[in-house]
């Protein structure tokens, strides 16, 4: 009975340091395992702290490093041990301690990522001795910190020279100061205007009873085609006046007392005043369930029922004289004029309007703040409509983690949201650009894609939102992904296309959209065949595109 007293003791005690060492971890913490971490001792950013084999941290004089200039800390070890019961975790929270004690204020900052990366290709303690143990400390380098004070700064900026209200005091202020590393430099640049007086009709209230209600008149008393599709006319009062068929009509009076009577409706606006539009609904019909699909469009008059060119509608397009801004730094930003951005996204968008029910994938690193003031303008405009697409992932490769310990399909750095609200969509990108600029040029386009789909297995297609210059690390894992990729290309000037791109869309069956182009073929291609993208031309060699 004693004995098993003191076994009895003995497990609690143990239990409880265990407690104790897990709460002691800092809550920033993230654990990894990889084969083999090489270490790049040059690096002016890391500093390195060597430990032994199933050592502690070396008592040597560590250098006075400001806390607030530490980006992360990684702990490297190795997952073989010399004995069953050695206890890992109690030996690195010893070398934290340690580390703590030897850098006032560390234990403190919450704004450190730590990382614990596991070790797992060797097998034996001579093999381990050759592998790194011991600390990585990452510093914040001038690429990261010139991100951090300017980058949403430049989004604002950009997104204010889309919408016609740029202020280039602001930025003449910043490079007046020395905070941005630019020069100003003028050029001309085609400008959308939002015509205010405008608007596009609505109609609101779908609940799923009514829902449930539509698709079952719908079936009933239309037709029992799997796909049905009715064009229903409004007047200006937002009242239904009639489909286009009058045999459509005749069959549809239920129909349209549903909408009168369950669904608030605002009609289309011209110059502030209320006009008739014309609501095209359609129903889809899958294994066991119904989907419903509303477009709105305005019509200036209702014996005349032709559909308004949105694009005319809804904006004012000029060209102007710009100044724009050149940056003359060595980070991963300089890429040339920044005012030779082209609109790609805007028109992307715009000529793709059965885009639905898709995952928008974006990467949000390094210099594509052009392109997200882009993004954010054409969702600003389309978000809350009651057909498009509401599910959004958004990358940057890591939440800057150290380069070293990226793996792919495992990096991280991803920030998802299903929403119709832009503020909240706008809330989540910038969240997602002010936890990590990228690092290295790979990105993590394919895990963003898989990561996406499984918050939400019904998406059937991807928009991905890419950098034409960075090719995804992850291209292996392209497999994994079964619905195609719509992939809108950035900073692809002169229609220089990076090849990466153009094999990951012919084995995904997925499509290209360029400024001027919609490219969607590049599975059909064989051996020896060639495709014209602007003006160059790409040809299969060896099973992978190359430049002719």
């Not at 040339?336 to 805007?346: A, C, E, F, Q, Y």
């Amino acid at each position: 009975m004693y004995r098993f007293c003191i076994l009895w003791c003995a497990l609690i005690v143990s239990a409880q340091l265990s407690m104790a060492q897990t709460k002691a971890l800092p809550g920033n913490l993230h654990k990894f395992s990889a084969p083999k971490l090489s270490v790049n001792t040059s690096d002016p950013n890391l500093v390195i702290l060597e430990t032994g084999f199933n050592g502690a941290i070396p008592k040597s004089k560590l250098e006075k490093i400001p806390v607030d200039q530490i980006e992360s800390i990684t702990l490297a070890y190795s997952k073989y041990k010399l004995s069953e019961t050695f206890d890992q975790t109690a030996l690195n929270q010893q070398r934290m301690d340690q580390l703590y004690a030897q850098l006032p204020g560390l234990k403190k900052d919450r704004d450190i990522n730590w990382f614990w990366v596991e070790q797992t290709g060797c097998k034996d303690a001579g093999a381990c001795k050759d592998y790194f143990h011991g600390f990585i400390i990452t510093l914040k380098s001038e690429e990261s910190k010139f991100f951090k004070e300017t980058e949403l700064a430049l989004l604002d900026y950009y997104s204010s020279v889309y919408e016609g209200m740029s202020d280039p005091r602001k930025m003449d202020s910043l490079i007046a100061t020395g905070k941005l590393p630019f020069v100003k430099k003028c050029d001309t640049m085609t400008l959308r205007t939002l015509i205010k007086g405008n608007k596009l009709p609505k109609v609101r209230g779908w609940e799923r009873e009514n829902n449930e209600v539509l698709a079952k008149l719908l079936k009933t008393e239309m037709a029992t085609e799997d796909t049905i599709r009715l064009s229903v006319l409004m007047d200006e009062k937002g009242d239904f006046v009639s489909l286009e068929s009058a045999e459509q009509f005749l069959k549809a009076k239920k129909i349209i007392r549903l909408f009168k009577n369950d669904l608030k409706v605002a009609p289309g606006k011209l110059d502030k005043k209320k006009i008739p539009s014309r609501v095209y609904l359609e129903l889809y019909k899958s294994k066991s369930t119904f989907k419903l699909g509303f477009k709105a469009y305005p019509i200036e008059d209702l014996d005349n029922p032709e559909d308004a060119n949105l694009d005319e509608f809804l904006y004012i397009t000029k060209v102007e004289s710009i100044c724009d801004y050149l940056d003359t730094s060595m980070v991963k930003v300089s890429k040339g004029l920044l005012s030779s951005t082209p609109d790609v996204v805007i028109k992307a968008f715009d000529r793709n309007k059965d885009w639905k029910n898709c995952l928008v994938v974006t990467d949000v690193t390094g210099s594509m703040y052009p392109y997200l003031a882009q993004f954010q303008m054409w969702h600003k405009l389309h978000l809350d409509q009651n057909t498009g697409n509401h599910d959004f992932m958004f990358f940057n490769d890591g939440d800057n983690k150290p380069d070293l310990i990226k793996v792919s399909g495992n990096v991280g750095g991803l920030y998802y949201i299903n929403t119709s609200n832009f503020e909240q969509l706008s809330i989540t990108m910038k969240k997602a650009m002010l936890k990590g600029g990228g690092g290295d040029l790979p990105e993590n386009n394919i895990e963003a894609v898989i990561e996406g789909l499984k918050k939400n297995p019904n998406l059937k297609e991807v928009i991905m939102i890419a950098d034409n210059f960075a090719t995804p690390r992850d291209l292996e894992l392209l497999k994994m992904v079964k619905v195609p990729i719509h992939l809108i290309l950035c900073g692809a000037h002169k229609n220089t296309i990076n090849p990466a791109y153009l094999n990951m869309l012919r084995q995904n069956k997925g499509s290209l959209h360029t400024m001027d182009q919609d490219l969607n073929d590049f599975s059909k291609l064989n051996e020896g065949q060639s495709i014209k993208i602007g003006d160059q031309t790409y040809r299969i060699s060896g099973g992978h595109f190359v430049k002719s």
